[in-house]
């Protein structure tokens, strides 16, 4: 059993998986606790179910309203109203708006979706124990204690108010289902039963004399309204027939029940709403649910332990809500209570057999004996107890499924028997008796035609207030309509479909069959006189009433009333109008159980069951209103006057005689309909259609009209406004023409006053700058004077120190140059011994290898011959090694004999210059020039050394995996290798940095420091141009000399160093070769 505390949630679901208990039947239990942590339960008062009983509504003693919707396994909190609910109600007109009596004896409407409040009523004085609902949803009546009060839930007022002695009390005031009856059950068990609409007494129950008082305190009714439970402070129940105001039976429950708190009916989906179950809640709490035919308790919900206070059962009768005595709510499953609930009864016929008695359920029922059919006085006679055999044919078992055929002979006999079919058999027997023959496919093909143009606008000339029923009947009439064209023509057409409309709404198939053959049976030569009534039809009527009552036949011939006017209102409607429902489904039980010409027989028997009336009537106009609307009349013996008639008739006159029998609609297709003139059906098909044109052509040209009148509207207003606005315009272009000749003129004076002080401020003006030049002027006669005087002593003190700076110049130039030749001299001298030194390692590196290669041959022989691939691989890199390494040497002794040479043409070049020192800047970029080439040569030299030094380290690395031993040779050797190679670099950096030193515009990183070496030049050949007083274009011509002497220099020197490197390119293959022998 699974139990959901909702506590402080909002939403949520009921139970998190659906299982039925097939012992109890219990579907969810609902509690809610106060918080998580206290385990105080917030007890449910009341609960309420919906009109679709799918959805409860249930409140606590904290006044929270919450909705339960079975269907989705949802809840949600609704409403807080702050105090406890004494009453609920949930199935008014609006369906999403519900009422609650409070404690504050007050009723409030809440809507359920927008938790808004929608009206308070106030005019208890006491709580509030129920309220009731009008079928329709838009009255309820509350009750309490000492009023009950009858409201519009239209409006929210208080339209009516019952008082009562303070001696005697009200129970409960409530609505009949599906009338406008209201019954009133008062503390003294008088039962009262008033009209809705002029609350007039129409009965009161008798109060049973015999036997102790029942105390009447819950009040139960059956769905149809003919049934009342009553039950009080004894073990009794009371089951009253409304219909005839007399007690049926009383029910004696079991001696464990010593009083009754609450009695319901549980609604059966095939008893018509004549619920043959009735549960009884008793003092136990527990609840029993018994067959008020058999008297047999069918089962029961609660127990001692568990015990039910309140109990709300579903409409639909698929579930049961019980207010436990915990608090909690408990949903059960009806039909896993009962499986048998809910099902289609027993066949009609039932053979009776004998049984024994039992007593097996407990039950008494106790039938009262009255011989009489007065209820209000009793004989004093004592009600007989006796207890029925278990065997005894029950109501259900009388009416269960139907059996594939029907005898139409038996239906009539029992028609005859019971003046109409059971309810809810009715529609089957219909069916059955106009052999319908659900054409699906050719309704279908009608239906998918749309709407016919002839019932485009029904709505305008039939309102109804049902948009769903609106739509049905358009469906019908339309079906119709394109299955014969005369029905798109015919006025009357709606009245006749409307009731079957209304009957089979949720059928449109069934109703348009039946709606067909009613047309093609019971309206036979209704259209040989279209569009005027069918006389001829008419006719056979007025010759039957003729025969069977003259004198009022003669009454309508004197008030110039024709069968048009008494007969053909009831034809064209089916008696609609001046039928209610029950009377008209009565009458067409007779109707389709007969020949067709039962239909005029029956307008004739209104006629004349209706002669009193009629014969007072004298003005046309009264005997109009009278066949349109509902008269006082026993439909029971108009149906008797009506089979009178049948039987009674000559033959004659018999309208059975001019009307063929029954003849149902055909499988498959339905047949051809053309029983009209169809030349007038179709001449008004086509004059409505041209008039349907017209009309379109017309609210077209009335569109345009309207469009263009419009427009015309619209151009207009905007020529006015144009015009306004260019007025407006006009009139502000001349205010502001006139202020601005205002403006002009005030412009003008005061212009001329400022001429006027210009004139005088140019004068002053120029006499100041007249005063002004002149002092200006013996200024600058006197600046000239002294800058000439500062010129001469400037000229004076250059000459002096040019002469100066001239001769010191040529001193540091001597020295200089002495100092370059003591540099250059020391610097061959080191590459010379650098060049010995870098030779004998080579060779001395060359010999070992030589020396190292042999030990290696003679000691691992055996390894060479398994393995020569590698062993001549290892040779080859050797050699390459051995090559490298005199590579590197022939490039040591390039470098050093270029850098002579470069040192060699410094000299000469700085021979040939000697004082031209300062004025040589041209030749300096020229060497520079020609050294950065050179460097970068030696640059490119150095990179394919340190290439092959890398590719020698990874080959000896490769090396060193074959063999451990030739690895550490390899190693050794890679080092003393790097050893000379660091030696080689630091000599040479030496002698860079050293030369560098010497010659800064000439080092071989000069390039990147170019232009920080250019700039202390030029500002040294500037000084020397300031210092010595040679002209460079007096010595252009020596310099261009000397440069081409110096290009042809450079060019011998590449010359050289080309022929050497190829030299050194030939010595290396045969040093290798040297090395491999």
């Known amino acids: 059993m699974q139990v959901t505390d909702i506590g402080s949630r909002e939403d949520g679901k009921i139970w998190h998986r659906k299982s039925v208990s097939p012992k109890y039947g219990v579907l969810a239990n609902v509690v809610r606790n ?99 609902v009008h079928s329709s949803g838009s ?151 018994i067959n008020v035919q058999s008297c047999k308790q069918i089962f029961e919900i609660g127990s001692h332990e568990d015990a039910i206070t309140l109990a709300a059962i579903c409409p639909k009768g698929h579930h049961i809500v019980a207010v436990m005595d915990s608090g909690a709510l408990r949903i059960y499953d009806v039909r896993s209570l009962n499986p048998e609930i809910s099902k289609p009864s027993q066949p009609l016929l039932k053979q009776v057999t004998k049984g024994k008695s039992s007593e097996g359920s407990g039950l008494k029922m106790k039938v009262y004996t009255e011989a009489g059919q007065r209820p209000v006085k009793t004989s004093g006679r004592r009600i007989q107890s006796r207890v029925l055999p278990s065997a005894v044919s029950t109501l259900d078992d009388k009416e269960n499924d139907l059996p594939n055929g029907l005898n139409k002979k038996r239906l009539q006999t029992l028609l005859r028997a019971f003046g109409e079919y059971p309810a809810k058999y009715r529609m089957f027997i219909w069916r059955s008796l106009l052999h319908l023959p659900e054409n699906h496919a050719a309704f279908s093909s009608l239906t998918d035609k749309g709407l016919h143009s002839a019932y485009m606008c029904l709505q305008e000339r039939y309102p109804i207030k049902s948009h769903k029923l609106q739509r049905g009947l358009q469906r019908v009439l339309s ?85 048009q006017l008494y007969a053909w209102p009831l034809l064209e409607t089916l008696f609609s109008e001046v039928l209610m429902r029950e009377e008209w489904l009565k009458l067409f039980d007779n109707v389709f159980s007969n020949h067709p010409s039962f239909l005029l027989m029956a307008v004739v028997a209104y006629v004349t069951c209706c002669r009193a009336p009629l014969l007072l009537c004298t003005d046309k106009k009264d005997f109009e209103y009278f066949f349109h609307h509902r008269n006082s009349l026993d439909i029971n013996a108009m149906l008797k006057e009506a089979y009178r008639l049948m039987d009674s008739t ?130 600058q006669q006197d600046q000239r004077r002294i800058q000439l005087k500062r010129l001469d002593d400037e000229i004076q003190r250059k000459m002096a120190l040019r002469d100066q700076e001239t001769a010191t110049a040529v001193q540091d130039i001597e020295i200089r140059q002495m100092e370059l030749d003591a540099q250059r001299q020391r610097f061959e001298q080191q590459l010379a011994k650098e060049q010995d030194r870098v030779t004998q390692t080579v060779r001395a590196e060359v010999d070992t290898r030589r020396r190292k290669a042999e030990i290696e041959d003679s000691t691992f022989q055996n390894f060479i011959q398994e393995d020569a691939d590698v062993s001549q691989t290892n040779k080859k890199m050797l050699e390459e090694s051995l090559a490298e390494v005199g590579q590197r040497e022939v490039d040591a002794e390039w470098q050093t004999e270029v850098i002579k040479r470069l040192e060699k043409a410094k000299q000469r070049q700085e021979k040939q210059r000697e004082r031209l020192v300062n004025l040589s800047k041209q030749t300096r970029a020229k060497e520079e020039d020609v050294v950065q080439l050179m460097l970068e040569v030696e640059g490119k030299q150095w990179d394919d050394v340190v290439a092959k030094q890398a590719t020698l380290e990874e080959e000896r690395r ?10 550490s040779l390899i190693s050794q050797e890679t080092e003393e290798t790097e050893k000379h190679h660091g030696k080689l670099q630091k000599s040479l950096e030496n002698s860079l940095n050293h030369q560098r030193r010497l ?52 060019r011998e020197l590449r010359t050289k160093l080309a022929a050497r490197a190829r030299a050194t390119d030939f010595i290396s293959p045969s040093t290798s070769s040297v090395h491999s022998h």
Not at 61 to 72: E, K, L
Not at 679 to 707: D, N, T
Request: net charge neutral; charged share 25%.
């Open 650 to 779: 000559p033959a004659d006159i018999h309208p059975s005689t001019a009307l063929s029998d029954f003849e149902p609609l055909t499988q498959g297709q339905y047949p051809i309909f053309n029983k009209y003139p169809t030349f007038i059906v179709e001449y008004q098909s086509q004059e409505r259609e041209r008039i349907r044109e017209q009309e379109v052509e017309y609210l077209r040209e009335r569109q345009e009209v309207q469009e263009l009148h419009a427009e015309a509207i619209r151009q207009q207003a905007e020529f006015e406004a144009w015009y306004k606005q260019q007025e407006l315009l006009l009139q502000g272009e001349e205010q502001r023409r006139r202020i601005l000749q205002e403006e002009e003129s005030k412009l003008a004076q005061q212009r001329a006053r400022l001429a006027a002080m210009k004139r005088e401020l140019k004068v002053k003006e120029l006499n100041l700058i007249d005063c002004s030049r002149r002092r200006f002027l013996k200024h």
């Open 479 to 563: 079906a119709l309509a394109h299955w014969a064209a005369i029905f798109g023509e015919t006025d009357y057409l709606p009245l006749l479909a409307f009731p079957f409309v209304k009957l089979f709404e949720n059928n449109p198939l069934i109703c348009f069959e039946v709606v067909a053959t009613v047309i093609v049976n019971w309206c036979q030569h209704w259209f040989e006189y279209f569009p005027n009534p069918p006389l001829n039809v008419l006719s056979l009527a007025e010759n039957v009433l003729a025969h069977h009552d003259k004198e009022l036949l003669q009454h309508f011939v004197v008030c110039r009333v024709t069968s």
């Open 139 to 289: 009255y309820a009546i509350s009750t309490s204690s000492d009023t009950a009060q009858l409201w519009s839930l239209d409006t929210f007022q208080r339209k009516r108010k019952l008082n009562v002695r303070q001696s005697v009390g009200i129970q409960k005031v409530f609505f009949l289902p599906h009338s406008n009856t209201i019954l009133s059950c008062f503390s003294d068990d008088s039962i009262f039963s008033w009209e809705s609409d002029t609350l007039f007494c129409k009965y009161q129950l008798p109060v049973p004399q015999d036997g102790p008082r029942i105390h009447y305190r819950t009040f139960a009714v059956t769905q149809d309204g003919k049934t009342l439970a009553a039950a009080g402070r004894t073990n009794l129940v009371h089951l009253w027939c409304l219909d005839t105001q007399q007690l049926l039976r009383v029910m004696h429950m079991p001696p464990k029940v010593k009083s009754v708190r609450f009695v319901d009916f549980l609604p059966d989906s095939f008893d018509g709403g004549s619920n043959q179950i009735l549960g009884v809640l008793s003092q136990d709490g527990v609840m029993r649910f």
């Open 958 to 967: 490769a090396a060193a995996t074959v063999d451990a031993q030739r690895r």
């Open 34 to 132: 106060a918080s998580a942590r206290q385990t105080k339960t917030v007890r449910f008062l009341q609960v309420a179910f919906d009109t679709t009983g799918e959805s409860f509504l249930a409140g606590d003693h904290h006044g929270n309203i919450y909705m339960f919707d079975i269907s989705r396994n949802r809840f949600k909190l609704v409403q807080k109203t702050g105090q406890a609910c004494t009453a609920l109600a949930f199935n008014l007109r609006r369906t999403t708006e519900f009422l609650v009596a409070l404690a504050d004896y007050s009723i409030k409407c809440f809507d359920k979706d927008t938790r808004q409040l929608v009206s308070w009523m106030r005019g208890h004085e006491g709580a509030i124990s129920s309220l009731s």
């Open 999 to 1050: 010659r800064s515009p000439c080092s071989s990183r000069g390039l990147l420091h170019k232009t920080q070496g250019e700039t202390p030049n030029t500002s040294s050949i500037n000084q020397s141009d300031h210092s010595t007083g040679f002209s460079l274009d007096r010595c252009r011509g020596e310099l261009d000399s000397k440069e081409r002497e110096l290009m042809q220099e450079i």
